[in-house]
């Protein structure tokens, strides 16, 4: 009973703030003129599926939002485990400490990588000096997926490491006795045991990595628009909420679709992402 | 040695976190108003900042804001995460789906949808409307941090609790809000951070002056201005500050206890 | 745990008042909606002390952004500034209310008489010109050894890789007509095509595509060649001296930014006191020093000294062929829409 009093502000603010939202966006999608007289149309999923350079782009937004959580995943699991195994009394202060730069606002974040990055910028000076030649990183898929993983590391940390708070290590060491070795215990009890974080993590980078639009423009220098540029653009340029609420509607289809599948390799049915 | 592996790993990820904002730090002190350049030595953008009182409001607006989203969130996306997690249900995954809306959404499409959906309810874009937004896209944040608490719970433990006689409410508090808490607070700071780092959303959803760090930022371009260095390296030397207060008073408060234990 | 219940509830009432703080000030006021970074911001202290009237200030990054939420919120504003061919839209869906210009008397005494009665607003019942600019080609003096008097430049593989584009649809469409010996408000479908087909073929030799940051990219020299705003070509020049300004021979974009009154804005004489505030020749001198764009006042000129004769922020505007974007139709603006995002989505 208490247990469904809990779940009512979420009912009442996803009816609300969701639903209606979301139908207004549904709405838009499927109407062609909505300030003349206002007929129900595909144009704007037809026109997305005409054109095979806009599968493309959601296809390359796909790809690197992949390829980023993928490498948060990688580098983020060691800081989260270490982080949750460790009893130091500074633990706390290094938790703080990787969420610090994140308060400090994205934009500032993304473009402050441009110093770095660029042909006159920090790493390419020092290059140059030891003979490699001045390199300009900027608009490269390398770069973009170097700051989107930048933005978006702390995410996979944080539930990887909390779930791992609760790993017992009396379950390890037991395991160790009975003759496991370190690789299989990991592979057997402590990975299978935080997969509820892992996939809150990749929820929490993969699917707005999607649809980020910023990064792209700043060290992508606008040379790779993303399905999230291509949205924007909609909105804030052409004016034209039909195709970009056709775009919306399909990225987001393909986004649940996939993290469905995601989600049901989580045999344990534990899982706390996206649609399990 | 491993010891040593470990602690410069953490080490390496703090500096790949940092190390842009440092280099922002650095340029900051250039007098060239332009990144690529460097001209001098000064201090002319900070004094620059203090000026800017559109920037100092803004400031304010933004951390009010901030603070009021995440809270609001939190308390609704914990409770939520609570409901959801301790009960299989397939209408509840299905709700859940739906809370997630906001993530998958491109920003500039929710903010539009919800820009609509003020004027639908007779709102004026405020201060006030932009808080409402928030709150709507940092839910999710929130019970994906707390969600895999609650699955972990022990449910074995509450069960004692009430037959040892403490009341359902007690020993929720006793026994199940200590295991959620670490969830909970990092749900918090994610939907601090999500709130502090918006500005696509809150760009469709303020109004009547209310301009936000991000918005004034974003619209402005001010990424590339000098000001907006020195104000990074403002905030981040703040927030460096209050971190080491917290933790020489957490440990000092530690340290007592420790003393009081033992007597 | 009830103290932590009880510091919760606390700070969150706490915030609650400071919240409502804002929404206290009941006086006069008047809504202005600006480009972001297009004023200066000591002009608004100014007039706030003058007058005694509040300016409430929001700001907006593109003209669509800024119609999408006058025309879908319920917010009201006193004062926009949108660019011409937005203004000829607003005045054709009845979006703008007339100026009662017996309170704007600095307008009259001001502006010069080029800059009135423009095509857009023929009867000059409706604007009030803010600033006024060029686009052309910005480039690095000490790469570019020949002036680029054509826009032919842009596809001169010379340059590959060294060529900032424009991140902007009439702007780089527009261009592309121009190069093309074709109007900037082209509707005819085969020309558009081919202005298609100019811009995708140029695609591999542009460095990238931005709006804004072109400048520190031009400034920092990461690339050599750039179309811009003539006031975005005025900063960057004034901040690296190897930079220099050109329009080429087959003609250009003239813009104008003007000031507006929205239809139901509820200060309007408030409105009309901020634009003739506006108008006044130390305050356009001010503001045009400040943010880089061309002032449509020759008694302001006069008081910049030499940033008022600067030939990039005031050409002789007689020598080039110049041409306003206007509203298209819906039809073509469908097909615009259209042939961009294929461009913007090529590489």
Avoid at chain 1, 36 to 59: H, I, K, M, T, Y
Avoid at chain 3, 155 to 176: E, F, H, L
Wanted: net charge negative.
């Amino acid at each position: 009973m208490k247990k469904t009093i809990c779940m009512i502000p979420l009912y009442v603010w996803t009816l609300v703030f969701i639903l209606v939202p979301l139908a207004i966006v549904i709405y838009y999608a499927f109407i062609s003129d909505p300030h003349g007289d206002a007929s129900f149309s595909l144009d704007g999923f037809r026109d997305f599926f005409s054109n095979p350079v806009f599968a493309e782009v959601l296809l390359r937004s796909l790809k690197i939002a992949f390829i980023s959580t993928l490498v948060c995943i990688l580098l983020g699991y060691p800081a989260a485990y270490f982080l949750a195994r460790s009893k130091s009394r500074f633990k706390f202060v290094v938790i703080i400490l990787m969420l610090l730069p994140m308060w400090i606002n994205f934009l500032i974040r993304t473009y402050s990588w441009l110093s770095l990055l660029e042909k006159t910028g920090l790493i390419s000076t020092l290059l140059t000096y030891m003979g490699f030649g001045p390199v300009d990183f900027t608009g490269t898929e390398f770069a973009v997926i170097l700051v989107s993983v930048y933005d978006f590391l702390p995410f996979m940390i944080m539930p990887i490491y909390i779930t791992l708070l609760k790993l017992d290590q009396s379950h390890l060491d037991a395991a160790a006795d009975l003759g496991a070795n370190p690789a299989k215990v990991f592979f057997k009890i402590t990975l299978p045991f935080s997969v509820p974080g892992i996939l809150s993590g990749v929820a929490m980078v993969f699917v707005p990595s999607v649809t980020t639009f910023a990064i792209s423009q700043t060290v992508g220098n606008g040379k790779f628009p993303l399905i999230g540029d291509l949205i924007q653009e909609q909105y804030m340029v052409v004016s034209n909420w039909q195709f970009g609420g056709a775009i919306s509607i399909v990225t987001m289809a393909v986004v649940l679709l996939l993290m469905y599948f995601i989600n049901r390799t989580d045999s344990d049915e534990n899982g706390g992402g996206i649609l399990q | 040695m491993k010891k040593f592996f470990k602690s410069s790993y953490l080490v390496l990820i703090i500096l790949f976190l940092y190390a842009p904002i440092l280099v922002t730090a650095v340029y900051s002190f250039n007098s060239a108003k332009s990144r690529g350049v460097w001209e001098g030595f000064t201090f002319d953008w900070y004094k620059e900042l203090l000026e800017r009182d559109d920037i100092i409001e803004a400031l304010s607006v933004t951390i009010v804001c901030a603070l009021i989203a995440a809270l609001v969130a939190t308390i609704i996306g914990s409770m939520a995460a609570y409901g959801i997690g301790s009960k299989q249900k397939k209408g509840n995954s299905f709700i859940l789906s739906l809370a997630y809306i906001p993530m998958l959404n491109a920003d500039i499409v929710t903010g539009i949808s919800l820009m609509l959906l003020f004027t639908i309810a007779g709102l004026e874009l405020s201060f006030m409307t932009m808080v409402l937004s928030h709150i709507t896209f940092c839910i999710p944040y929130v019970i994906l941090s707390v969600l895999p608490k609650v699955r972990q719970l022990d449910w074995s433990l509450y069960d004692a609790a009430r037959d040892l006689g403490c009341t359902p409410t007690r020993s929720f508090w006793k026994v199940i809000f200590p295991e959620l808490l670490p969830g909970i607070l990092t749900g918090f700071l994610l939907a601090l951070t999500m709130s502090l780092d918006d500005f696509i959303i809150s760009n469709f959803t303020t109004g009547s002056g209310a301009n936000n760090l991000s918005t004034l930022i974003y619209t402005a371009k001010m990424g590339l201005k000098p000001e907006f260095r020195a104000l990074s390296t403002v905030i981040f030397g703040i927030i460096f500050i209050i971190l080491i207060i917290v933790n020489v008073v957490a440990l000092k408060k530690q340290k007592n206890n420790k003393r009081g234990n033992e007597i | 745990m009830k103290k932590l219940k009880g510091i919760l509830f606390f700070s969150l009432a706490l915030m609650m008042m400071i919240a409502l703080l804002p929404g206290c000030g009941s006086g006069e006021k008047v809504v202005v909606y600006n480009w972001g970074d297009y004023i200066d911001p000591d002009v608004i202290d100014m007039f706030e002390e003058e007058t005694g009237i509040e300016v409430v200030y929001e700001m907006y990054e593109t003209n669509e952004a800024m119609y999408t939420k006058l025309k879908n919120s319920n917010n009201n504003y006193d004062v926009i500034i949108p660019s011409d061919y937005m203004i000829e839209r607003l005045i054709k869906e009845g979006e703008l209310e007339e100026i009662n210009f017996k309170n704007v008397p600095n307008f009259e005494a001001n502006i010069d008489k080029e800059y009135k009665n423009p095509a857009f607003d023929p009867e000059n019942k409706y604007s009030v010109p803010y600033t006024w600019g060029t686009l052309g080609i910005l480039y690095n003096t000490k790469k570019v050894k020949e002036t680029p008097d054509s826009w032919g430049v842009f596809w001169n593989s010379k340059y590959k890789g060294r060529i900032i584009m424009m991140n902007s649809q009439r702007d780089a469409i527009g261009m592309a007509l121009k190069y093309m010996g074709k109007s900037l408000n082209e509707t005819d479908r085969g020309a558009l095509d081919a202005a298609k087909n100019k811009l995708i073929e140029m695609t591999p030799l542009a460095s990238g595509w931005y709006v804004d940051e072109v400048k520190d990219k031009m400034i920092g020299g990461e690339a050599d060649l750039a179309l811009v705003y003539a006031g975005d070509a005025v900063y960057c020049i004034s901040q690296n001296k190897d930079l220099a300004y050109a329009i080429p021979k087959e003609g250009t974009n003239i813009f104008y930014d003007s000031m507006c009154i929205p239809k139901g804005a509820k200060n309007k004489e408030n409105a009309e006191k901020f634009i003739d505030f506006m108008c006044r020749p130390d305050i356009q001198a001010k503001n045009a020093e400040y943010i880089g764009y061309s002032s449509p006042s020759t008694p302001a000129r006069e008081l910049m000294g030499d940033a008022g004769k600067d030939p990039t922020a005031y050409p002789d505007i007689t020598k080039y062929d110049l041409e306003f974007f206007s509203a298209l139709d819906d039809g073509t603006k469908e097909y615009y829409n259209k042939i961009w995002t294929e461009i913007r989505s090529s590489r």
